[in-house]
């Protein structure tokens, strides 16, 4: 089973600046190393919860910091980091001393939170925990992997503006001198700064670069790949309602092909929108109702999933407030590499699951909190299942990919179409395996960016009742508003849907305003990727060009 279906999600944990949670039925520190499925969980946990405030003011998410419901600037920093760029904007240049600059680096390589925590003023030191900063800055080596190389870009007062290349990514870094050898405070930022002319050199494309939007979206994108380092991106955009495509990088490591809109992408947790929407036809045909007790489509024998006598629903399973687990196999497994997972899952079936879910308990009161749940998304799959009595896979392509016409969507892949299967790898550049099992039937679906695009484009569209009823807002968590399998957000470009997902091979994104007819769908074959300010810069482009 991939992992982007099953396990990205069966970690996903409540995420606090200090990285601790419970993950896995166990706490993990912030010292501690991440199972490689773990940091799948993480990640996909932090995307689903950066929420996009403002398509207009992308300085909104440059200083953050990793908190329970997601990200949020860290206090007192922003209007620092705001006269800083005014500073530099100024040229009023400034040496900063160099060895708290290589200090500063080798503390963060050497991940001695404590010592860099102490590099810090006495004042700074006061206003700032040890314990967040850490968590902090464990979060964000994770995203960079080893800083290989620092280069200052500008001084300006008392700031230095560095740019950080990572094994894993490029990022900023915002350093103030407070004198003695210590920093008066720092942020990392993204950095967005023009490509060198070698660097442009090394974009593969197929981008035509023929027209205004060509143009516009491969500045976007040229600046992913450069600075986010994915091995290669296909992308579909919709634009006043027409769709276009591009494609960058590579299939492979070490080889120089570039992925096509018809290459095969495993689509990770965007099957929740397809659930949602059945859930939402099952409504309009009056076989099930959002308000129906799972228990009663169940049987007698789940008569746990119910708490302080409020039961478990329909709806809260769709719109993300079940309250089951974080994670979705619902038992112990050596979960430790890809082989050891792989092989529980060779095994795993839908009736072993079923077993699981008799006997786990809601954390809480149904529909009150949000809670991402791939196993609450697994359980809704089974009971469409079962109203339909056809196999969850049948009535995808029944209800939704076949009469849209999207050939390439399906839950298997012939071995003629896995030649169209970009190799997978996770952040550190290492090949992933196939985790394939019985549970796929719930929560697996191939697709490509032609076939992603007529599935956005219906849903920009919103013609279909079931779509209009899945867009609909049922749960007002905040910053977690969501529809039926939808997360909702409200921008000043309008009402927007969005989706995230990951699996062991891949990542992707899914994003539209409906009323400006704008939206976007884009993979890449690495499986733990910052997709950073691309959604937001894409959808600028798309809606406001």
Known sequence: MPAGNCLNNRATAAFDGSFTGKISKRKLSANQMMPWNVQQGVQDHINENKKITSLLKPIRSLVFLPTRGGLALRNGTLAQFILGLVFLSQGQAQTLNRSLHD??????????????????????????????????????????????????????????????????????????????????????????????????????????????????????????????????????????????????????????????????????????????????????????????????????????LQHDGQPLRLVHLASYTSRLPPYQILRPFDESTPKTAAAFFKDYSIPLFLEDVKRVKLDGTPGTRYSYSTAGFNLLAYILSRVYEKPFADLVHARITAPLGMRDTKLDLSTKDRRRFPKGYDSKGVEQPDIYGPLDGLDLLHSTVHDMLKYLQDNIAEKDPAVRLSHEQFSNMPHNEAGLGWFLYQTPLGKAIGKGGNSVHMNCRLWAVPERKAGLVCFTNVNDCDWGTLVEDVMAVLCLQ
């Open 103 to 304: 200090n500063f680096i080798r503390l963060y390589n050497g991940t001695n939170n404590r010592a860099l925590f102490t590099l810090g003023t006495p004042d700074w030191q006061h206003r700032h925990n040890v314990e967040e900063i850490g968590g902090w800055l464990d979060w964000m080596r994770s995203q960079t992997g080893r800083l290989l190389s620092s280069v200052v870009i500008s001084n300006a007062n008392s700031y230095q503006f560095i740019r950080l290349d990572g094994e894993r990514k490029v990022t900023g870094l915002m350093l103030q001198d407070g004198g003695d050898g210590q920093f008066g405070d720092f942020n990392f930022v993204p950095f967005t700064e023009p490509l060198s002319a070698q660097e442009l050199k090394t974009i593969h494309s197929d981008n035509p670069l023929a027209t205004p939007l060509d143009l516009a979206v491969h500045k976007v994108v040229t600046k992913f790949m450069v600075y986010n380092k994915p091995v290669g991106l296909s992308i579909g955009v919709i634009r006043d309602g027409k769709p276009h495509a591009y494609n960058y990088g590579t299939i492979e490591k070490g080889r120089q092909q570039l992925p096509t809109a018809d290459s095969f992408y495993e689509i990770g947790s965007l099957i929740k929108t397809f659930a949602g929407r059945l859930l939402a036809k099952a409504v309009i045909d009056h076989k099930v109702n959002l308000q129906d007790d799972v228990q009663s489509l169940l049987g007698s024998d789940y008569s746990n």
